[in-house]
């Protein structure tokens, strides 16, 4: 297989943001498949999946806070179901090709990255498992197969835990350090708007309960009126304050 320079793979997968890590992977499956006769899904199993999940996204996010804003929380409730379960369908295609993948790298480079750890450097930290199979292409890939099967090194296997217990603990202390400020402010607006279609009610009931007591105005009963009548000014302002704050959330223009 190609040997390239470690480093230049490193630089060029943090300078295309990602892009050559998709490229690599793509040229690597074609040697696997042309020069070692490995069977692995083509690489557009892998790209995408993910481009259509990514494609549905901004607008699914966009439609659910439209479907939110009109009471429609049936409709944006199944919107986020069926987006959740192509993102799980194109995950799971996605975990599906690096396994077959690894499996054939594997026999490559005499089984030094078994599959179950190519897997866990790819489920765990991502890109790195490019940078993992470069190192040991570079150091035992060979124009046949091996035959060898000499398995995967005490230091790679220490390195490897050690790298994933630190990805996962600084996940862990990012996580814990960064409420989701965006969750918070939906719950909150989520409330608000609650109350705002409370005060509707209550606005009904105060102008019924107004034309019901005082059919008509007389100087005997004005003062006691205009009493009943603040009263329900008041709930109209308040839940207009409360409708503002709640569509200026959604429609911040």
């Known amino acids: ?15 295309t943001l990602g892009i050559y890590s998709i490229i690599w992977l793509a040229r690597r499956r074609n040697e696997l498949v042309d020069n070692y006769q490995q069977k692995v899904p083509s690489w557009l199993w892998l790209v995408i999946p993910g481009a259509i999940s990514i494609a549905l996204i901004v607008p699914a996010v966009i439609f659910t806070f439209l479907l939110i804003s009109n009471d429609q929380l049936i409709q944006a409730l199944l919107l986020i179901g069926i987006v959740s379960l192509l993102l799980l369908a194109s995950a799971i295609i996605c975990l599906w090709w690096v396994w077959r993948f690894s499996s054939a790298m594997s026999r490559v480079i005499e089984g030094r990255v078994p599959t179950i750890w190519a897997f866990l450097i790819y489920l765990f930290l991502g890109v790195a498992l490019i940078y993992v199979h470069q190192f040991y292409i570079n150091r035992y890939a060979t124009d046949k197969i091996s035959t060898k099967n000499v398995g995967p090194s005490t230091k790679f296997i220490v390195l490897t835990v050690v790298a994933i217990v630190a990805s996962v603990i600084l996940s862990g202390a990012s996580s814990a350090s960064m409420p989701d400020d965006s969750f918070q402010k939906l719950q909150e607006n989520s409330a608000v708007g609650e109350k705002a279609n409370r005060l509707i009610v209550d606005y009904t009931t105060c102008t019924d309960t107004l034309q019901k007591d005082y059919p008509e105005v007389t100087v005997e009963n004005e003062a006691a009126y205009n009493k009943a009548y603040d009263v329900c000014n008041k709930i109209r302002i308040e839940q207009n304050a409360a409708a503002n704050r709640y569509n200026k959330y959604y429609l911040p223009n």
């Open 1 to 15: 297989m190609k040997k390239i320079a470690l480093w230049k793979v490193i630089v060029l997968s943090i300078v």
